[in-house]
């Protein structure tokens, strides 16, 4: 009996497989330092575990409507007037599942099986994965070292035909590379000109390290624009996320969620409209502060190591390094390593397929003392 689908032959996220490497290394009582896991290593803010704690005991929490909590879009409309200065309408934003659920919204509501979607290599594996599930045909533009990094407008303009839509996250990951707001507006304007929908993903926005982030509707409304309370908000667990959709996108991706999911969970909405608040930012900053001096170290104690060929690590917490005098086969290299020295690194294979043989994304958002301790572990590796 035929019970598998087609479309969900798609490509393992390998760095899953890595932390269930460290994980089964740590059921043997053997230690890891991860340098692999693409998030915060700290709880919620407190403000945020002290609403989530008065909602188990005052809320019902049953269904909310499917775009979410008025209170809480409201809340996240506010929040950008204060970071960007613009002027957002509690129905411009739809809560959702994690961001990961505002993509797979997206991509139901704007493309069709065939459509082409670009994207930039290196990637977020998820956005090429999912699409490539939902028949949608992903052109991946080389966005290495010899570009900075960057996926911009005039590469756009090389394309045969406009395509359907185009992804650029800033900061990115794997690279942590930030474009500068003119490369965002110029990329906004591009897709208006064309009628493509720029999905910019800024679920990074408030980890950067002294560069400017932009929202994509400071340029145009045209585009659709991904949060979620992941990373910053050191909330990944909670799955919470959130989009700013483009006008002729709002009913399509209200129907397409009521059906899907009916809403996002609910304790973590309640819970969330804590985390814009200012309490919740003085110790949400406390950790950026961390992440910067993490940065600082891991960067000193790569280029000791020899380790210079890194993408501009200016926002989020990865630092995207080249080891082609290594290894060219980054996902061997990533499970010897833990192997031998208990550090977990991602292979880069995950986020490009052509040239992340030879790769490595190190996340530098857990302690100090972990980011210390697994330089001093892997620097006879790297030195080899
Ligand atoms: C660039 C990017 N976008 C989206 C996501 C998905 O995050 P979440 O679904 O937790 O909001 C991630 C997670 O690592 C990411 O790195």
Not at 70 to 79: Q, V, Y
Request: hydrophobic share 45%; net charge negative; glycine share 6%.
């Amino acid at each position: 009996m035929r019970n598998e689908s087609t479309r969900s032959s798609v490509e393992m996220f390998h760095v899953m497989d890595v932390l269930a490497a460290s994980a089964q290394r740590v059921a043997e009582g053997r230690d890891v330092l991860s340098l692999a896991a693409g998030q915060p290593s700290t709880p919620a803010p407190a403000a945020v575990r002290a609403a989530a704690h008065a909602a188990l005991d005052t809320e019902i929490l049953g269904y909310t409507e499917s775009v979410g909590l008025a209170s809480l879009r409201a809340t996240i409309a506010a929040d950008y007037a204060r970071r960007y200065g613009i002027s957002v309408d509690v129905d411009d934003v739809v809560i959702t599942t994690g961001s990961s659920g505002a993509f797979t919204l997206l991509f139901l509501a704007a493309f069709d099986a065939g459509d082409t979607v670009v994207m930039a290599r290196p990637g977020y594996p998820a956005y090429r994965n999912t699409l490539s599930a939902l028949g949608v045909r992903v052109v991946e533009l080389d966005c290495g070292p010899q570009v900075g990094y960057r996926l911009t407008a005039a590469m756009l303009d090389e394309l045969t035909e406009p395509p359907a839509g185009v992804i650029v996250a800033s900061p990115a990951n794997p690279t942590g590379t930030i474009l500068h707001p003119e490369e965002i507006a110029e990329l906004a304007r591009w897709c208006d000109d064309h009628d493509t929908l720029l999905i910019s993903d800024e679920i990074y926005h408030g980890i950067s390290y002294g560069r400017a982030t932009s929202c994509a509707w400071e340029t145009s409304r045209q585009a659709a624009v991904v949060g979620s309370v992941s990373k910053y908000h050191s909330m990944t667990g909670w799955r919470l996320g959130w989009m700013l959709v483009p006008a002729h996108l709002r009913r399509p991706v209200e129907r397409l969620t009521a059906n899907m999911t009916i809403c996002a969970p609910v304790i973590s909405q309640y819970a969330a409209l804590a985390a814009f608040g200012d309490e919740a930012r003085t110790e949400l900053d406390a950790h950026v502060a961390r992440y910067a001096t993490n940065r600082a170290v891991l960067l000193e104690g790569l280029a000791d190591c020899w380790l210079t060929e890194i993408a501009p690590p200016d926002g989020a917490f990865y630092i995207y390094a080249d080891i082609s005098h290594l290894t060219d086969d980054s996902l061997s290299w990533c499970e010897s390593v833990l192997a031998e020295t208990g550090v977990a690194i991602a292979p880069g294979v995950d986020f490009d397929t052509v040239t992340g043989h030879q790769t490595i994304r190190m996340s530098f958002a857990g302690s100090t003392e972990t980011v210390r301790a697994a330089l001093a572990r892997l620097e006879p590796v790297l030195t080899r």
